[in-house]
């Protein structure tokens, strides 16, 4: 997934502690969103953002917060991890007509 | 809010078979995407749509928007078309996609 890098792509977590997982794409996107990926449930947003300095909430978003501070990087902080958690998250970059996906993070919460 | 269903859940076909994914949604669109991840790996955007059809080599995408359904096609299927295949729909606006639960397709030599 040439353009979206997500970092890291796996961390151990125990509940309570806190985490920020970084995506940064180059493809001078406005629009960056944050998924999160669990069995039998498809992906569902979090929260999203139109361009720098802005962000909003998506279908899930408690327990997250999220900056956009610089256009190419998206931050997905979890400031007290919760076993509930535990999933894999997606970060997506979107410019017109094309969507990029990051590989993904790999979370897990003890 | 959307309501994006896909069919079949699970399929696994032979090698050099036809292969046919359908997605329907509930509401109006402005797009539709078929995205695909590998086990354990990514997800990589296959097609945007917005009216009529796609073709990128062995695959095709169809959608028809007054009947609110798209369909990917796979011709002369391979193992390594062994994948998840995901349709998402996009309203329009700035608030991301709404996505099926995916389509698990196997593909045997």
């Known amino acids: 997934n040439a353009g979206v890098t997500q970092t890291p792509k796996f961390r151990v977590l125990k509940t309570g502690q806190s985490m920020t997982l970084l995506c940064a794409q180059d493809m001078n996107h406005e629009y960056m969103y944050w998924y999160r990926q669990d069995p039998g449930m498809g992906l569902r947003l979090i929260h999203y953002?139109?361009?720098?300095?802005?962000?909003a909430k998506g279908e899930v978003p408690d327990g997250y917060n999220v900056s956009r501070l610089k256009k190419q990087n998206f931050l997905l902080g979890l400031e007290s991890a919760a076993p509930s958690q535990t999933s894999v998250y997606f970060c997506a970059s979107e410019g017109i007509g094309e969507l990029f996906f990051g590989e993904g993070s790999r979370l897990t919460v003890l | 809010k959307n309501e994006v269903e896909q069919s079949p859940q699970n399929l696994t076909a032979q090698e050099g078979e036809f292969i046919t994914i359908n997605c329907s949604y509930s509401?109006?669109?402005?797009?539709l995407h078929w995205l695909q991840q590998h086990p354990g790996g990514g997800i990589v955007s296959l097609f945007m749509l917005s009216s009529g059809k796609k073709k990128h080599g062995r695959l095709i995408a169809t959608i028809n928007i007054q009947e609110k359904h798209s369909s990917l096609h796979i011709t002369a299927s391979h193992p390594r078309d062994s994948a998840v295949y995901i349709c998402a729909a996009s309203g329009g606006g700035a608030d991301g996609l709404t996505f099926g639960k995916g389509t698990h397709l196997i593909i045997q030599p």
């Open positions: 953002s139109v361009g720098e300095g802005t962000t």
């Open positions: 509401v109006g669109i402005s797009a």
